[in-house]
């Protein structure tokens, strides 16, 4: 069942076409990302959702509610809207403590002072901030605050959380950590989220759906494996950095797409002699194994070895002809 | 709906306070019987005025003094403020501390203590037995006045631009083998070229707008500049309101190109510079270097600040005038008489402390609304508000004062402030509004959107925003802008002058009435009150802002 219906949504600053007539089914319980580079639209999409934007056409329906209808003239303010949101930069209020921070929705919800009590502690604990409840927002760390701001976004148990880069703002490390936890926290609760980032890792660990955008169109939907696996084009396989992307006529294979799409893992070295000869030009050593840059008949292409490649070693190729993926040049 | 409300409540305050006497100034000068609701004889006035030897002259002659000003401030400045961005920590901000002291003296009030210092008979020659007269009363003593006054402002620009490059670009150079000179011919004065400009042109423009020193020293030796050739078309019968208007027009116009030059170049500086990250330690200066520091600083701190206020603080102590410097000459008859109820000193104070008080209460609430429309409220015709809240910037305050009563000094109005002092109030709204504005707006550009949105997202509408998220955040900021208008206002003179009715006196009118009918001393009192009371506020008032930060 679909929670969140979007219907030929579009959107101009000035000239600029940013979202170019969007639709998209959001299922109740799944996780969608909005996964694109800097300006194709997301971050848009993500603020007409919550009625921080108005579209210039379209429709936005929710379960129980029309959030907007342009050519109704209907537009629902982002108060009414019940959603919760989760910012880049936290938006936490200085001068509130976290319970209060975490309890503003529910007050402005005007719920009992118990059952704001009651609520607080339940979502200080789903996040495990519950002994940091009478501080300041400026004595946490990065994560601690982001965490307060999920804490926020759950606590008048909206239908629908929207995610503006929740992860961006933090280390690695602590990404990783935060939105294994984000993750977690959806399924354990049934949450239904929509979240925008440009970072392919951060959308395969917390996602259900990946909707791939490119400049004001969704260019690919799909599961995070299905959308990493099959690329649509030349374009959606160089942002999701998939793997090598060739001419067609270097490894020999006959299709008709002009493009071949070679993951790294697709490459075998052998003896110089044999396969594609290829010269290295770089090598070092990443996670649990070699990551060895080539030169491939002019081409830069990338692989993985068990050992580490001299530079300027000459080095064979075979290809192993399942992995690859035929691409067609697309819009690129 | 609060939005539409808070859009026509910003824009019709601002256009009653600002757009008005602009406006009126501009017909006026376009057309001469605008009054008479007729656009009769367009342009009658304003070519005629404006081949006229007179406007010539006073044009010519404040280009001349505001170009000299700035330049001698310059001169003064540039060096300390080279020198300072090398000093230790501590001294670098004894220093600082020193140089806001000449803010804190009107200039109106500096030049009455540089007359009785200087002049035939003065203190100087009472003590050492020569006077400085006729170089008080010339254009280059005047230009020296009025730069000692100014300089402080280019100094913490310019220093505080010397700091950062010296630490960040300055190190960056050395460390590819630039030498010291070479280091700032080529990276120092470059660099901080734009922002010794801008800071420039606002000493110009304080300077072109400024109406006491010229009035003071100016007349005496037959130096008529665009702002007291203003004042002299409505203190001479027939008053002469097309010609003020001109004048008034030259002037705006004078200060607005100024004004715009200030903001493109200190827009410039600040995207050219990245923000500065890390803070080299200055070592301690060796003994020689600290006697040069003492002897400069100390030196030209008592010359600008500390033979002023002690000019002034002697004569509010001097029983009578004639009595000159002599110890059984001392009384505190002179400030007890600022004391007595019912005296024209104490009414002033009075008219003075209530009226800055309203400018404080009424600009701090009307920039609240202003800037919350034009910085949060993104809805069209904001930029038109945008423009007429920070259209004072650049408007003298003689200007204002003629945009007024053009405006107000109308037959066809029902009620009319004018006469009343609710004119004064008026125009110290205008005149002050940009303090709070400025301020305000950026401390409220700091808070990021998601804040608002946040809490619009968590169901809270517009009033709730601003009533639960920013009226808490902002308030600190808006008392410290409160009190900087209420310092300022306490000090006012030019819109005062022109704007008082019959009877009513503020603290500067008072003052300098009392230099008009000769006596200096009781005048020095209340001089020595200003300052106290002005001086204090606004330190107070400045370190609020800072403690915010």
């Known amino acids: 069942m679909s929670i969140l219906s979007l219907h030929n949504i579009s959107k101009s600053f000035g000239d600029e076409v940013v979202l170019n007539n969007i639709s998209l089914d959001v299922a109740a319980g799944s996780f969608i990302t909005l996964l694109g580079p800097s300006g194709c639209g997301k971050t848009t999409l993500l603020r007409i959702i919550a009625g921080l934007e108005r579209p210039d056409l379209g429709e936005i329906h929710a379960k129980k509610m029309t959030f907007v209808n342009v050519a109704r003239n209907v537009f629902l303010p982002p108060q009414k809207r019940k959603l919760g949101f989760v910012f880049q930069d936290y938006g936490l209020w200085p001068h509130m403590t976290v319970a209060e921070n975490v309890a503003f929705p529910l007050k402005m919800a005007k719920a009992s002072p118990q059952d704001v009590k009651k609520r607080v502690g339940e979502v200080l604990d789903a996040v495990r901030l519950a002994q940091h409840a009478d501080k300041l927002p400026e004595k946490l760390s990065g994560g601690q605050k982001q965490r307060v701001s999920i804490a926020r976004a759950l606590a008048a148990k909206p239908d629908l959380i929207l995610f503006d880069e929740p992860l961006s703002n933090l280390d690695a490390n602590l990404r990783e950590d935060l939105g294994r936890d984000i993750q977690v926290l959806s399924k354990q609760l049934g949450l239904t989220c929509i979240n925008v980032t440009h970072d392919r890792r951060e959308a395969q660990i917390l996602s259900d759906q990946i909707a791939l955008m490119k400049d004001g169109v969704i260019h690919q939907l799909g599961q995070p494996h299905d959308l990493f696996r099959n690329p649509r084009d030349v374009w959606a396989a160089r942002f999701l950095d998939v793997g090598n992307i060739l001419p067609v006529g270097i490894i020999q294979i006959d299709v008709p797409e002009h493009f071949v799409m070679v993951p790294r893992k697709a490459f075998r070295l052998v003896e110089a002699d044999q396969g594609l000869s290829a010269t290295a030009t770089n090598c070092m050593f990443i996670e649990d194994r070699f990551e060895v840059t080539a030169d491939l008949q002019g081409h830069e292409v990338k692989l993985f070895s068990n050992q580490p490649i001299g530079q300027e070693q000459s080095i064979g190729l075979k290809v192993d002809l399942a992995d690859i993926l035929p691409l067609s040049h697309g819009a690129c | ?549």
């Open chain 2, 1 to 549: 709906m609060l939005r539409p409300a808070l859009f026509l409540l910003s824009s019709s305050t601002l256009i009653v306070i600002v757009g008005f006497p602009v406006l009126a100034i501009l017909l006026f000068a376009i057309f001469p019987h605008i009054n008479e609701l007729s656009l009769a004889a367009p342009l009658s006035a304003l070519l005629p005025n404006l081949a006229n030897e007179k406007l010539i002259e006073a044009t010519f002659n404040s280009l001349r003094l505001a170009l000299s000003v700035t330049l001698v401030a310059a001169i003064i400045a540039v060096p300390l403020a080279y020198m300072r961005a090398r000093f230790p920590d501590r001294l670098g901000k004894i220093c600082d501390a020193m140089f806001l002291i000449p803010f804190l003296i009107p200039p109106y009030i500096g030049s009455l203590a540089w007359m009785q210092l200087l002049q035939r008979n003065g203190f100087v020659e009472q003590i050492l037995g020569f006077n400085l007269n006729t170089f008080l009363y010339s254009f280059s003593g005047m230009v020296t006045v009025m730069a000692l006054h100014l300089f402080p402002l280019i100094y913490f620009t310019t220093a505080s631009v010397f700091s950062v490059i010296g630490r960040k670009y300055g190190d960056v150079a050395k460390v590819f083998g630039g030498h010291t000179i070479t280091v700032f011919w080529q990276i120092n004065f470059p660099m901080a070229l734009p922002a010794l400009l801008s800071s420039g042109l606002i000493v110009f423009i304080l300077t072109i707008e400024e109406f006491g020193t010229p009035e003071i020293l100016g007349a005496r030796f037959g130096f008529p500049v665009i702002v007291t050739s203003i004042h002299e078309k409505f203190s001479d019968w027939p008053i002469d309101l097309p010609g003020a208007s001109v004048l008034s027009l030259i002037l705006i116009i004078i200060a607005f190109v100024a004004y715009q030059g200030h903001q493109r170049l200190s827009k410039r500086f600040q995207t050219t510079i990245d923000n500065q990250s890390v803070e080299a330690k200055h070592p301690p200066l060796s003994p020689w270097a600290m006697v040069g520091v003492v002897v400069v600083f100390g030196g030209l701190f008592g010359i600008a600040v500390g033979l002023p206020l002690l000019t002034i603080a002697i004569s509010s102590f001097m029983d009578t005038l004639s009595g000159g410097l002599a110890w059984d000459n001392l009384s505190l008859r002179t400030l007890r008489e600022l004391f007595i109820l019912d005296g024209d000193g104490w009414a002033a104070i009075m008219t003075s402390l209530t009226l800055a008080a309203f400018a404080a209460i009424f600009t701090v609430m009307i920039a609240t609304v202003v800037v919350f429309t034009v910085v949060r409220l993104r809805i069209k015709g904001t930029g038109f508000l945008d423009f007429l809240s920070i259209l004072p910037n650049s408007i003298p305050g003689m200007a204002v004062a003629v945009g007024l009563i053009l405006t107000w000094n109308q037959s066809f109005w029902v009620v009319t402030p004018y006469n009343t002092p609710f004119i004064l109030l008026l125009a110290y709204l205008c005149l002050m509004l940009p303090y709070p504005i400025r301020m305000i707006s950026t401390a409220l550009k700091q808070l990021p959107q998601s804040l608002d949105d946040a809490a619009y997202i968590s169901g809270a509408n517009d009033l709730t925003v601003i009533l639960k998220i920013l009226v808490p955040l902002l308030w600190p900021i808006s008392l410290a802008s409160g009190f900087i208008v209420f310092a300022i206002s306490t000090r006012e003179l030019v819109s005062s002058i022109m704007l008082a009715p019959p009877g009513v006196e503020t603290v500067a009118v008072y003052v300098f009435h009392q230099f008009d009918q000769g006596s200096v001393n009781s005048g020095m009192a209340m001089s020595l009150v200003t300052i106290i009371i002005s001086g204090g506020l606004l330190a107070l008032g400045q370190r609020l802002k800072g403690a915010m930060k």
